[in-house]
């Protein structure tokens, strides 16, 4: 017995001391937790319980320079159903009623919805698609419908918003206007004026603090936010909607006449160099065009004819030849190391002078012009490239510009053709954009302007940033050599190459561009092609916008290729409905200014308005408005008969008035 007694003393005190270890262990946990690791359990358990919101910020509308809305947010809604939500009785009670209900929004059978919304009750499926891409009035619908109206609880609807971006005028535009999204590996990226301007576009979102309460909800804990959300300011660009749309639709009808690959246009302001059109559009595989790359901006290719302009420039900046040397263009070819250069038309022009030569875009002439002055020193001819400002970027605030190529003596790609192939504008690549700005630094009297698609920055009315005019280029050559291009451009039209786009209607210049594309199949493409380009400005005389056209891979079996021809009748066609179409707002000088003899009549008929006057007055000689209206205040009932100034009045001046009289008054 005393035996069995020790044996269960021991088994107490086992017992007792094990206790006491777990008693220990939970004092150390206890003290571990409470002050050793009691700031990260704290902010674990603040976590699950406590957090942060985000309240989107509302993104910056964009704007045309006549303020139509040319991108802009709107919610877009998806609806889905928890089809475990209701009850039995609940569900039975509204299925029918909900049904038709979508029916007559969303477009199929009543039966179509009542079977699917049964079958999600029955697989037990609690996030059943009913609809997407919603706008807010069929949202508001379709949350009113029988059963989805006694909310999330009891009618199981589900509401899932997002905010779309949109763009009103539709495709038109749509590259420059461009976007910003998120890329499958979780960054950013985007294109054009959205992206380029996203700083001020998107905004700041916001915060709210909220705690979690029963059934997965979240309250908030204040009323007000932890931080505001900052709506994003809206982009005033320098588009101009009417010269836009004639500019997309004339490049449009011309690249479906022609079959061709793609092509862009571009319409700036001279003086500013404020884009008031761009349009890039290229082909689909079935035919169809719209706008997928910004041609303009970011592809660099060989110019071809357009380049001519650098060097009548060059030679007449240097004072080598002038617009009268002549050249003989040797029936059309000239050989240099071995290769030909011909021009375009058989036979070549005979002698001719420098300036005629660049009117019919000879190359022959072009090219012995450029290769007798500058083949003992081409770096000469190159660094007037790099003066004019042609290569190098023109730093764009859209992302993707292309970088020119100006190839220089001692670089690899440097031979003894290179001299004169550039004459003719091979072996050098530019971008239409690029073109176009040292086009219009002729038509700005040599001034060169960077090209501007954006003019401000407005928060509502105010003003945020305005963005001025910069010079990239103050003089690229002098004055009297811009006198003598701006002439040959002119006479391009006049009786140039370009000659079938005169109009005496409106005056135009510009230079018309043909150029042989991926010969000797560069770039692993199958056969040769064309890009036809005409590149000028108008009014010829007083310049107000330049403007360039380049279509890449117009189908030779429809017509011909020639820039004249597919790209000129573009450019044709902007300008002669701007200077029809859109609207202008005329300034009147002087509108201030006094004409005595009217300030003396006013003076007079005002003064015998403020007389108190008891008989009526002697009318006669008097316009009629001024006779009525004197009339009329005296009481008088006035009827006229005619047109002109008053010859008699029935009431003869002198006699007393008497209200609501008739007076006639004969006209002539």
């Known amino acids: 017995m005393a035996v069995e007694d020790k044996h269960i003393s021991y088994r107490i005190y086992l017992v007792a001391f094990a206790i006491f270890l777990v008693a220990i262990a939970i004092a150390i946990k206890l003290t571990n937790i409470q002050w050793v690791e009691g700031d990260y359990y704290r902010k674990l358990a603040k976590e699950r319980t406590v957090k942060n919101f985000v309240i989107p910020s509302n993104k910056g509308n964009i704007y045309s320079s006549d303020g139509s809305l040319l991108a802009t947010s709107i919610p877009n809604y998806e609806i889905r159903f928890d089809a475990l939500a209701p009850k039995m009785e609940i569900f039975e009670k509204n299925v029918q009623s909900l049904s038709d209900s979508l029916a007559f929004v969303l477009g199929k059978s009543s039966s179509f919805y009542q079977n699917e919304l049964r079958r999600a009750r029955a697989n ?38 997002k905010t779309v971006r949109e763009h009103p005028i539709g495709k038109i535009a749509e590259r420059t206007i461009g976007y910003e999204r998120m890329t499958p590996a979780g960054t950013y990226d985007g294109k054009g004026i959205e992206w380029a301007y996203r700083k001020y576009l998107n905004g700041k979102d916001g915060k709210i603090l909220k705690q979690k309460i029963a059934k997965g909800q979240w309250k908030p804990i204040r009323d007000v936010n932890e931080v505001d959300p900052q709506d994003g300011y809206d982009v005033i660009s320098t588009i101009d909607v009417y010269i836009q749309d004639i500019a997309h639709h004339a490049l449009l009808k011309q690249l479906q006449e022609y079959e061709a690959d793609h092509g862009c246009v571009v319409v700036m302001e001279t003086e500013t160099g404020k884009v008031r059109a761009i349009s ?69 022009y005979g002698k001719i002078s420098l300036a005629r030569g660049f009117e019919l875009s000879s190359n022959t002439v072009m090219v012995q012009a450029v290769y007798e002055n500058y083949k003992s020193n081409p770096s000469k001819f190159v660094n007037h490239i790099r003066n004019f400002g042609l290569d190098k970027t023109l730093g764009l605030d859209l992302k993707g510009e292309g970088k020119p190529i100006i190839p220089h003596p001692g670089d690899k790609s440097w031979s003894g053709i290179s001299l004169p192939w550039m004459a003719f504008g091979y072996e050098v690549s530019v971008t239409p954009m690029q073109t176009l700005a040292f086009y219009n630094s002729v038509a700005n009297n040599g001034v060169m302007v960077k090209p501007q698609f954006v003019s401000e920055i407005k928060e509502w009315n105010k003003t945020i ?89 117009p189908n030779t079996a429809k017509n011909n290729y020639y820039g004249a021809d597919v790209a000129g009748p573009v450019f044709k066609r902007i300008a002669q409905k701007i200077f029809t179409d859109v609207p202008s707002t005329n300034e009147i000088k002087n509108i201030n200014r006094k004409v005595p003899k009217q300030e003396n009549n006013y003076n007079n008929y005002f003064a015998k308005l403020q007389k108190p006057q008891q008989l009526i007055p002697n009318v006669k000689g008097m316009p009629a408005m001024d006779a009525i209206a004197l009339l009329e205040n005296l009481h008088l009932k006035v009827k006229v008969v005619g047109k002109g100034k008053v010859t008699t009045q029935s009431l003869q001046a002198g006699h007393n008035i008497i209200n609501n009289t008739t007076i006639t008054l004969e006209l002539l």
Do not use: W
């Open 465 to 553: 940033k305005k963005f001025d005019t910069e010079v990239i280029n103050a003089k690229v050559c002098s004055p009297e050599t811009i006198r003598k291009l701006k002439a040959v451009l002119q006479n391009v039209v006049k009786k140039g190459t370009g000659s079938k786009l005169y109009s005496k209607d409106f005056s135009m210049a510009g230079k018309t561009g043909t150029v042989q594309m991926n010969y000797g199949g560069k770039e692993g493409k199958s056969a040769l092609y064309y890009a036809s380009s005409f590149v000028g400005y108008f009014p010829a005389d007083h310049p107000k916008y330049s403007c360039i056209v380049v279509v890449h891979k």
């Open 280 to 348: 890039n559009l290229g082909r689909a595989d079935d035919g169809t065009y719209y706008e997928t790359t910004n041609y303009a901006v970011a592809e660099s290719h060989e110019p071809g004819s357009t380049f001519k302009l650098v060097d009548l420039m060059a030679i007449l900046e240097d004072k080598v030849a002038d617009t009268s040397t002549v050249y003989d263009s040797h029936g059309g070819i000239v050989k240099y190391y071995g290769r030909s250069v011909r021009d375009s038309h058989t036979g070549g």
């Open 124 to 161: 037990n499926n609690r996030y059943y698609l009913i609809a997407r891409d919603l706008s807010y009035t069929d949202y508001i619908k379709i949350k009113g419908f029988p059963l989805f109206k006694l909310g999330a609880y009891k009618g199981g609807i589900i509401i899932e918003q």
